[in-house]
């Protein structure tokens, strides 16, 4: 189930992607394809080891395909997919419980966004923009495996999903 919603989701993704140049009415239109990766940094809770609702989140790394089909000289269609992955501090969970081991996956998260994009020059080596977006969140928690004693017990979960928004802006500079 969990790796059907994962390629019914990439499908829709990749055919969105590739139809959006069909929708054009001029030879102008133009996409961009753009890549990028960073760090996943927890917050809160997720990263606690110290509270009841702890997720022992390590920090992780998050990638991203984006592309852009250029509408007008202001206006762009935009479409990403994200990957966040985060391993689990087993080390702080095995101190909490004592005499058990832990054996853990890791949390992986991913994001489907579509929406517009709004841009305006305002120099001639500046322009400012702004964005809206659409779409679905995916998230899978670890699962964990508990051993003691020679015996074990493993927590699994099932594949979450959420509507996800987003909306930014900021500076471009040549």
């Not at 391993?87 to 969970?93: F, I, N, W």
């Amino acid at each position: 189930m969990k790796n059907s919603i994962y390629y019914y989701c990439s499908v829709l993704f990749l055919a969105f992607i590739f139809s959006n140049s069909s929708f054009a009415q001029e030879n102008t239109s133009q996409i961009q394809y753009s890549i990028y990766g960073g760090a996943a940094l927890p917050q809160g809770d997720f990263s606690s080891t110290s509270v009841k609702k702890a997720g022992f989140a390590n920090t992780g790394f998050c990638a991203m395909i984006e592309s852009s089909n250029i509408l007008s000289e202001s206006m762009n269609w935009i479409s990403s997919f994200s990957l966040a992955v985060n391993s689990v501090d087993e080390v702080s969970m095995e101190n909490q419980l004592s005499g058990i081991t832990v054996t853990t996956g890791n949390y992986l998260t991913s994001w489907i966004m579509t929406g517009i994009g709004f841009q305006t020059i305002a120099s001639p080596t500046v322009k400012i923009y702004s964005l809206g977006q659409i779409g679905l969140l995916l998230s899978k928690l670890p699962d964990i495996t508990f051993s003691s004693g020679g015996q074990s017990i493993t927590q699994t979960t099932n594949t979450g999903t959420a509507f996800a928004y987003g909306f930014g802006a900021g500076v471009i500079t040549k």
